[in-house]
Nanobody
């Protein structure tokens, strides 16, 4: 069973920065996608950043509201993913979820989610 665990959330003032981390554990044959979504009460989960493995060349997509402020990175060997969040705004307040679509020979491709970490941007 694959598990994803986020860390690094908290309270930050507008204009500040935070770095979220996501640790993957369990048996992993191949990672198809890795990224971050966020959600506020009463709303659907919103794309923040998503890395996708493609035969034609891997891609990295960002949500429009976070482009040029948030930056995704990962260390595949260490099974870690990161989200550097700069120039934070109150509108960035949300629960941030790590997600990954992982292939194993016995399960096929399965999308996993972490439990989420709260990010609050406020004075």
């Amino acid at each position: 069973q694959v598990q994803l665990m986020e860390s690094g959330g908290g309270l930050v003032q507008p204009g500040g920065s935070l770095r979220l981390s996501c640790a993957a554990s369990g048996r992993i044959y191949m990672v198809n996608t890795m990224g971050w979504y966020r959600q506020t009460p009463g709303n659907e989960r919103e794309l923040v950043a998503l890395w996708t493995r493609r035969a034609s060349g891997n891609t990295l997509d960002y949500g429009d509201s976070v482009k040029d402020r948030f930056f995704f990175s990962q260390d595949i060997a260490s099974r870690m993913a990161y989200l550097q969040m700069d120039s934070l705004k109150p509108a960035d307040t949300a629960v941030y979820f790590c997600t990954s679509n992982i292939y194993n020979t016995d399960t096929g491709s399965v999308t996993y989610w972490g439990r989420g970490t709260q990010v609050t941007v406020s004075v």
